[in-house]
């Protein structure tokens, strides 16, 4: 039988592909983790990662090891957090990240109609930078972030969509995208667009800034930037553009940044994400009243 330090190690190592990362995830030592998995594979009979100097990777077998264990291992945490939150209540604290000013508005919304049906639960919001938002979801020092979406990640639950908006452009101020009323998604090969950091999704990096435009016309990648006061900064030093949601007309304008819609684009989507295992009875109720928050008569 495997043991749940087993358990947690391999499935850990089959998302990170990193053993530096897997080891901090899980708060022991690199070595600790390199032995376990050494061992785990002798038990088995055959490896379970492909190893090399500059990375790490699945084999056939531990891709399927993954997939059939990754659902059952799911249920058993949250059974037993729900066991949990069934003797205990509504009771303790529930830490919930954002990032940027709406983000924040919208949560601080939540957590007070959510202290008003669970008043034995407290809630502690906080905001995160762009990139510290998914580390900080997956090591447990948030219960739940709100962000965009897609988020098609195996150990990430994304809830309903809170709230979609308008794509819009930020370009430098002086651009002649600036001076235009809208522009089109083909419009993307005529400009350098930056980047999200690499600890966020590859579904929502591809979305926000795809390769190519809907006509395959490619687009031209820029520099990266960690949180969303540098990726302006980046845009108003003329260095690339970005596509924002409209909300970011009221809560960042700017003199050396303009925000020209996307006629053609599909909105920025909105929502709630939690981590699979962790889908305890605080989390759910969290989410319930967001999405009742957002979708009551009047609400915008």
């Known amino acids: 039988m495997l043991e749940r330090h087993e358990l947690e190690a391999f499935l850990t190592l089959a998302e990170e592909l990193h ?4 080891a901090e995830r899980l708060h022991v030592s690199t070595a600790r983790i390199s032995q376990t998995i050494a061992k785990l594979e002798r038990r088995i009979g055959v490896p379970l990662f492909n190893r090399s100097s500059r990375r790490v990777e699945l084999t056939a077998v531990g891709r399927q090891l993954y997939g059939e264990i990754r659902p059952a291992w799911h249920q058993i945490i949250a059974a037993y957090e729900r066991a949990i939150d069934t003797g205990r209540g509504l009771t303790g604290t529930l830490r919930v990240a954002f990032v940027g000013a709406a983000g924040g508005h919208l949560l601080v919304g939540a957590a007070e109609l959510f202290r008003r049906r669970q008043p034995d639960c407290d809630v502690q919001v906080r905001e995160a930078q ?4 998914m580390p900080w979801l997956r090591a447990g020092e948030v219960d739940l972030a709100l962000g965009t979406f897609p988020v098609d990640e195996p150990d990430i639950v994304t ?4 709230v979609s908006e308008a794509r819009m452009l930020a370009v430098p101020a002086r651009h002649p995208f ?3 009323q809208r522009i089109s998604m083909e419009d993307l090969a005529r400009v350098k667009l930056l980047q999200l950091p690499d600890s966020l999704p590859g579904s929502l990096r591809e979305d926000r800034t795809p390769p190519a435009t809907p006509q395959g016309r490619p687009i031209e990648p820029g520099p990266s930037a960690s949180t969303f ?3 302006l900064t980046l845009i108003g030093a003329g260095l690339g553009a970005f596509p924002v949601g409209a909300q970011a007309r009221r809560y960042y304008t700017r003199p050396d940044v303009a925000y020209v819609p996307i006629s053609d ?6 929502g709630l994400l939690w981590r699979a295992e962790s889908a305890t ?3 759910r109720a969290f989410a319930e009243a967001a999405h009742d928050l ?3 008569p009047g609400a915008c």
């Open 159 to 162: 809830g309903p969509v809170l």
């Open 130 to 133: 762009m990139v510290d938002l």
């Open 294 to 296: 957002l979708t009551a």
């Open 281 to 283: 009875a605080r989390v």
């Open 19 to 22: 053993f530096g990362r897997t």
């Open 265 to 270: 684009a599909p909105p920025l989507r909105w």
């Open 229 to 231: 006061n540098e990726m």
């Open 178 to 180: 600036a001076r235009r």
